[in-house]
């Protein structure tokens, strides 16, 4: 099994198989809106204008499990994320990637790569840690994610390779993605 084994629901609600990326190395991102992690969007465009043409995919999939902070439906969202960020990478339907509605690719996805960590050195990590403490003491052995922009890194293959959660610096998703390329 693969991620190629998946189909998704594209913004306007066409399915889209993921097998079309064969070939491609994929980022795969939960994100949002409004959240302390959504300048997050810079740096992926930037990394997608400069990765495209070598054969990567970032594929995007606004979710509002964490906080409510992915508010307003597909159209907006798009809107907001091409007009503040500049976003050409495609963009999916709003999903859940955790609990009983998780689509299939997310199910997948955690199961493959499970939590491994905060990066120690964010300076987000500590609230974090402390907010998933309180909520549930055996968060760190929990595959589930965590929070918005946690990535997965998969390989032309369509083998999960890496999960990255939202405190990972991005140079080195950059450099993990380079590997690949």
């Known amino acids: 099994m693969s991620v190629y084994d998946f189909t998704v629901k594209t913004m306007s609600g066409e399915d889209k198989k993921l097998s079309d990326y064969k070939g491609k190395v994929l980022l795969i991102v939960n994100t949002a809106t409004a959240c302390g992690f959504t300048p997050h969007y810079t740096d992926l465009q930037a990394i997608y204008s400069e990765y495209r043409d070598s054969g990567l995919e970032i594929l995007d999939f606004p979710c509002n499990q964490f906080g409510n902070q992915a508010p307003g439906d597909n159209e907006e ?7 503040r960020f500049g976003v050409t990478f495609p963009q999916f339907s709003k999903i859940d990637v955790n609990g009983e509605n998780a689509i299939p690719l997310y199910q997948y996805l ?9 990066d120690p050195e964010h300076k987000l990590t500590s609230v974090l840690e402390e907010m998933f403490e309180k909520a549930n003491p055996n968060y760190k052995n929990e595959p589930a994610i965590k929070w918005n922009f946690t990535k997965f890194l998969v390989d032309r293959d369509g083998n999960v390779v890496r999960r990255f959660e939202p ?8 450099e993990s993605i380079k590997e690949l390329l």
Do not use: N
Request: hydrophobic share 40%; charged share 30%.
């Open 167 to 174: 405190t990972a610096d991005m140079k080195l998703v950059e």
């Open 110 to 118: 955690v199961k493959e790569k499970g939590f491994d960590g905060f």
């Open 77 to 83: 969202i798009h809107t907001f994320c091409t007009g």
